[in-house]
């Protein structure tokens, strides 16, 4: 036994220091579980470690290149692809974007349904897709081959518009993610509106908190204003939904308190 | 302070329970100090999960429907292969697998050099493969879309041979751990012959490790007679490992104790 009773101090069994009984921390039984815990907790830690880096190399093997990338490396035509996707952009003449058939229907039931049922594109093997530039168009592309993307908040904008259009639920996610960690306070209304628009519910709840957070300054902003005359029915269910929130929270509160 | 210094029994930080002094644990900064570590490991813990959990999502992104069980489903072209692969099997006339140019190329450098240069095997779209069965054939296209195999001890020496032909390093290293995970000392020698013939270090380590681990019964078993019949220089080799391991294992004995 390392702890000295009939002395006045005592020796600690990480430390091995001497210590004034005033200074104790734990006994001996919770030291030894805190050890035990703690040995577990870290052996957890190395198995996650290393079923992540297995992860890490799986994604990497399934990765395919993007043909975007691969026409832009100066190969011709080197990754076999059977259909262009046309983005008509104004005024110039299109840069057709070549893909893969097998690519598009994995990844988005929209090109499923359009390229598997003999229709128009399917038999042309062009794809024209309207309302996006080229550049948006070429970074979806991409993503399809990579689940890659470099993103600001328009292209992630545009992106997550052009996923949503065509249900690529891990593209609107990626872009999700990204504009939740740009959110403050000055864009919080705007992302709630184009959130709502766009079904994303990730970014919409992440909006709502920054928004709730600082509801009593919410009528004195000029986005607050605009919002009012374009989409009064938005900012009903902004109050609606805070309310709720609140009355919920206060019911919580004052059933928590009950015997 | 919840420690009683002036009293025979002091209170645990961790349960609030009384011990007696000769039970005492650490003191209280080393308490402290291991609160803190524990609730930062937690913390990076759940980050990790995190971490592993968008990746995993990114794996089922990029998994492609593999062209074999599409065809198994009954779909009858619903992928858009453009290439197919024949393993002739013997007598019976050849099931072709179909796949796709894109895939191949991304996953092996020996398809892409056959496909990209205008070869035989690119302008008739049949690649012939030999020597593996149609089921091994099968699971390897499989693997190149998935990442995934069923495998048993022989369909893992199969696929890992067949990687190593077609230089896909994922699905051997793949094949080597499941082989790694069902080595014994029955079958280490075996096990050894096997990974130095295909290149596979991993599985040769791990078999090396259990035939020295019992190294003083190696004479005793049958396949070692079977080996020095077949491949004497192999058993050299092993028994040169061993000294060599033991020598640098001694030396550096040695040389720790030196001051």
Redesign the interface.
């Given at each position: 036994?390392e702890?000295e009773?009939n002395t006045k101090t005592?020796r600690?069994?990480?430390?091995y220091?001497e210590?004034?009984?005033?200074?104790?921390?734990?006994?001996?039984?919770?030291?030894?579980m805190?050890s035990e815990?703690?040995e577990q907790?870290?052996q957890?830690?190395k198995e996650?470690?290393r079923?992540?880096e297995q992860?890490?190399?799986?994604?990497?093997?399934?990765?395919?290149?993007s043909?975007v990338d691969q026409a832009h490396r100066g190969s011709p035509d080197?990754?076999?692809?059977?259909v262009v996707l046309v983005a008509p952009d104004d005024g110039l003449p299109p840069v057709p974007v070549p893909a893969?058939?097998?690519?598009l229907?994995?990844?988005s039931p929209v090109f499923k349904a359009m390229?598997?049922h003999e229709m128009e594109e399917s038999r042309s093997g062009t794809i024209k897709i309207s309302g996006v530039s080229y550049d948006v168009l070429r970074a979806f592309v991409n993503y399809l081959y990579t689940?890659e993307a470099w993103l600001d908040k328009q292209m992630a904008c545009d992106l997550l518009v052009f996923a949503e259009k065509y249900q690529v639920n891990?593209l609107k996610?990626f872009c999700e993610k990204f504009l939740v960690s740009k959110l403050n306070w000055d864009n919080s209304l705007w992302t709630y509106a184009f959130a709502h628009q766009h079904g994303a519910k990730l970014l919409l709840d992440a909006a709502f908190t920054f928004i709730t957070h600082n509801i009593h300054n919410l009528t004195k902003t000029k986005e607050y204003k605009e919002l009012v005359e374009k989409d009064a029915r938005l900012v009903v269910e902004i109050y609606e939904a805070f309310l709720s929130k609140r009355l919920n929270t206060t019911v919580f509160k004052y059933t928590s308190k009950e015997p």
């Open positions: 036994m702890s009773s005592m600690c069994k990480t430390c220091e210590y004034d009984p005033c200074e104790a921390g734990t006994c001996n039984m919770c030291y030894e805190a815990a703690k907790l870290l957890e830690f996650l470690e079923a992540y992860l890490d190399d799986k994604v990497a093997f399934l990765r395919l290149w043909p080197p990754v076999f692809p059977d893969h058939k097998a690519v229907v994995n990844r390229l598997e689940a891990h996610g």
